[in-house]
T-cell receptor
Framework: QKEVEQDPGPLSVPEGAIVSLNCTYS??????FMWYRQYSRKGPELLMY????GNKEDGRFTAQVDKSSKYISLFIRDSQPSDSATYLC?????????FGKGNQVVVIP | EPEVTQTPSHQVTQMGQEVILRCVPI?????FYWYRQILGQKVEFLVS????????KSEIFDDQFSVERPDGSNFTLKIRSTKLEDSAMYFC????????????FGPGTRLTVL
């Protein structure tokens, strides 16, 4: 079983739609959870950081963590063409981060 | 806003040559990392570094790799004898402390081994 699973399928949505992304994980040692945005051939940019189960909102972004199910989600409301990027989930617990494969999101104007 | 910087942005080298990738982490950060991302694949952890020593390393980080913090600002990754499969984006990351572990990434160095 992979440590972090993120279905890498591309996602195309119309502008204004809600984007829903998720990851599952198997390592119970993970204590904190992040979502990064990455543009082609650029470094990951930190979007959201959480360390407890529940929801965290930041503007149009909501991160959700369910530790009992080992499942995390990212929701983007009112999506904009500028949100088009690859979104990576990442989890950490002991210095290092383990990443998912990433979802390429395209928001169509 | 402070950010992690990396140089060079692109490095082309011949197989068997040594390369040094450079990073300047955010100034008040104490924990430093190197990750790599082969084209089309996930970001993979290489090594973490704290208090002038390696904290953890992955199985990728073999004897051909080394890290160093030669002064108060730079953090380097050296690959002694590059292989074709070392071609990847290499990212440096840092965070402030054990209770403040949001990792911020640099823009990456694209390493091409010919």
């Amino acid at each position: 079983q992979k440590e972090v699973e993120q279905d890498p399928g591309p996602l195309s949505v119309p502008e204004g739609a809600i984007v829903s992304l998720n990851c599952t994980y198997s390592n119970s040692a993970f204590q904190y959870f992040m979502w990064y945005r990455q543009y082609s051939r650029k470094g990951p940019e930190l979007l959201m950081y959480t360390y407890s189960s529940g929801n965290k909102e930041d503007g149009r972004f909501t991160a959700q963590v369910d530790k009992s199910s080992k499942y995390i989600s990212l929701f983007i409301r009112d999506s904009q063409p500028s949100d088009s990027a690859t979104y990576l989930c990442a989890m950490g617990g002991n210095n290092r981060l383990a990443f998912g494969k990433g979802n390429q999101v395209v928001v169509i104007p | 806003e402070p950010e992690v910087t990396q140089t060079p942005s692109h490095q082309v080298t011949q197989m068997g040559q040594e390369v040094i990738l450079r990073c300047v982490p955010i100034s008040n950060h104490l924990y430093f990392y190197w990750y790599r991302q082969i084209l089309g694949q996930k970001v993979e952890f290489l090594v973490s570094f704290y208090n002038n020593e390696i904290s953890e390393k992955s199985e990728i980080f073999d004897d051909q790799f080394s890290v160093e913090r030669p002064d108060g600002s730079n953090f380097t990754l050296k690959i002694r004898s590059t292989k074709l499969e070392d071609s990847a984006m290499y990212f440096c990351a840092s965070h402030r402390g054990v209770m403040d572990n949001e990792q911020f990434f640099g823009p990456g160095t694209r390493l091409t081994v010919l």
